[in-house]
């Protein structure tokens, strides 16, 4: 039996590098029973590589790790296991080919004579998403989930193993709000069960409802850990950037221009349904509504990503024809979509070709070779921009933190010269001060009369840096306001305003 508040996890003075990065520099962590533990800091601080110490997937450089007081010599993902220690990931780890149930069991299959018990699986399997409240079809094949889906399942796998520590690495950053709540529901009860959680989330209002201890990283150094009840967020805030940041929303004025983008009766299967809109040069409108809503396939379908079934688009006064995301392109249309591993990466690609992937037209002279001094310089302003944290450019994308990630997907699309930019949740797993990067570089874009789009989850993000904001709710447009009259009720209102279903 555990006892409460028993020190389960001790990592002491844990050093970790990898080529060019001392990622951790005499790190110090404690875990106890019965605790829910934040784990803060900016991206690249060390978080991710700390708990992948943990979990025994990192083997460490140096210094100790004690788990229910047993010091660990030589340590992997086995043992940590054996320990009792699940992670939840922050990049979604699911095999995309196989089903819900086999993913769950994925290296621990159940078998009967041999042989895989298929049925077995997934009446386990539907016993774990039950527990979550979760309503996914076992033998569902992973990949035709939707992203939050596919984290739900990604969770129910590690309950699944019944962990005493169980790490969840941005376990929200893709799940709708009732989703939110079912998991705060399930961490409260492993809580009071005995177990230890390390919970990592950039969404810092997250902390305050869920943790009971934070712990804040900066540069890979430990700096401090607090008891939540007597410190603010404002201060971990300060310690996480290591300084105070101003203006979490700055807001810029400029004159409004012409229309840029026009959008009529925009049709595109069942979530995007007679979609209207137009942008202004110089104007900056946020999407809103809530997850589900079919934000996401309108800006698919608006950059030929997929498939209209009716519509029409016009940019700068001219009609224009985009079946497919070169024609949007072309035609001054970009969109740094939401999916950044599935849509947005070349994972296998280093950080300067991922950049420069999508600007060959711009970077190579007239034989058709990229200019490699123009590609420098590109890679060079996006990487400056953005202060994406990396050793060298020819490094592996993968190698970056989550939020640095990020920042590459964002980075490649402003390197062009384009008339209208289409963001889908461009802030998601980034941290407090680079957010604030990202909305320098909207304004930016703004000030240079881009028209930009923007899809964001986030209620403070939208009513801070939108001049205008449409509500979508069942593939519709239910709501426009502008911003000096928006709050966030009138946002739900519209955000909630379904069809009945007979009418539908
Ligand atoms: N496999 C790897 N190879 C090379 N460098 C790595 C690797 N994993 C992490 N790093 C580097 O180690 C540092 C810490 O990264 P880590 O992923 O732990 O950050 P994080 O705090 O989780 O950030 P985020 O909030 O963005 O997820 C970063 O500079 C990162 O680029
Ligand atoms: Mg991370």
Redesign the pocket.
């Known amino acids: 039996m555990i006892k409460p508040t028993e020190t389960i996890v001790s990592l002491s003075h844990i050093d970790k590098s ?2 060019g ?1 001392h ?1 951790l520099d005499d790190v110090s962590f404690e875990l106890r029973a019965g605790e829910v533990m934040a784990l803060l ?10 708990m992948k110490i943990l979990s025994g997937i990192h083997p460490r450089d140096g210094g100790d790790i004690t788990i229910f007081g047993k010091p660990q010599g030589d340590y992997n993902t086995k043992k940590a296991r054996a320990m009792g220690v699940a992670i939840i990931h ?1 990049e979604l780890n699911m095999c995309q080919h196989l089903t819900v149930a086999e993913n769950i069991f994925l290296g621990r299959e159940l078998t009967r004579s041999g042989v895989l018990a298929q049925s077995e699986m997934n009446k386990e399997a539907e016993k774990i998403l039950g527990r979550l409240n979760i309503d996914i079809a076992p033998d569902l094949v992973v990949g035709d989930l939707a992203v939050s889906k596919q984290q739900m399942v990604e969770i129910a796998k590690a309950l699944s193993c019944s962990a005493k520590i169980l790490i969840m ?2 376990p929200t950053s893709a799940l709708t709000a009732k989703e939110i709540d079912d998991l705060f529901r399930i961490i409260r009860s492993l809580r009071d069960e005995g177990c230890g959680i390390v919970y ?1 989330s ?1 969404r810092l209002e997250e902390i305050s409802q869920i943790a009971d201890r934070a712990t804040v ?1 900066r540069d ?1 150094r430990h700096i401090i850990t607090r008891n939540l009840s007597d410190t603010s967020l404002k201060e971990l805030i300060s310690y996480m950037v290591g300084r105070e940041i101003k203006e979490k929303f700055p807001r810029v004025a400029c004159e409004k221009g012409k229309t840029i983008l026009k959008v009529t009766n925009l049709n595109a299967g069942r979530m995007v349904r007679g979609i209207n809109l137009s942008l202004a040069a110089g104007e900056i409108v946020g999407i809103a509504g809530l997850m589900g809503a079919g934000r996401t396939e309108v800006t698919r379908a608006i950059c030929g990503a997929d498939p209209k079934d009716g519509g029409e688009l016009i940019v700068d006064g001219k009609k224009i024809n985009v079946n497919s995301p070169e024609d949007s392109i072309r035609a001054g249309v970009v969109l740094v979509p939401e999916d950044r591993k599935r849509h947005g990466l070349c994972v296998k690609l280093s950080i300067r070709e991922n950049i420069a992937l999508p600007n060959l037209d711009e970077l190579s002279g007239a034989l058709g070779y990229v200019n490699p001094k123009k590609e420098t310089a590109m890679v060079d302003k996006a990487v400056k921009d953005l202060r994406i ?3 060298t450019a020819e ?1 592996n994308v993968d ?6 990630q990020q920042k590459v997907v964002v980075s490649k699309w402003l390197a062009r010269n384009s008339r209208v930019v289409i963001f889908d949740e461009p802030t998601r ?1 980034i ?1 407090v001060a680079a957010k604030v990067e990202i909305y320098h570089l909207m304004n930016q874009l703004k000030r240079q009369g881009v028209g930009v789009l923007f899809v964001s989850s986030e209620m403070p993000e939208i009513l801070g840096i939108a001049d205008r904001i449409i509500v979508m709710c069942d593939g519709r447009i239910t709501g426009e306001l502008p911003i000096e009259e928006a709050t966030q009720e009138k946002i739900m209102d519209y955000a909630t305003r379904f069809e009945s279903k007979a009418t539908a």
Not at 41 to 50: M, P, R, V, W
Not at 399 to 404: H, I, Q, R, V
């Open positions: 990898f080529p990065v990622a800091g900016e991206n690249g601080a060390g978080k991710s590589t700390l922050q690495d941005e990592i950039h990283m890979g944290k990396l050793s490094a190698s970056l933190s989550g939020g640095n797993g941290d």
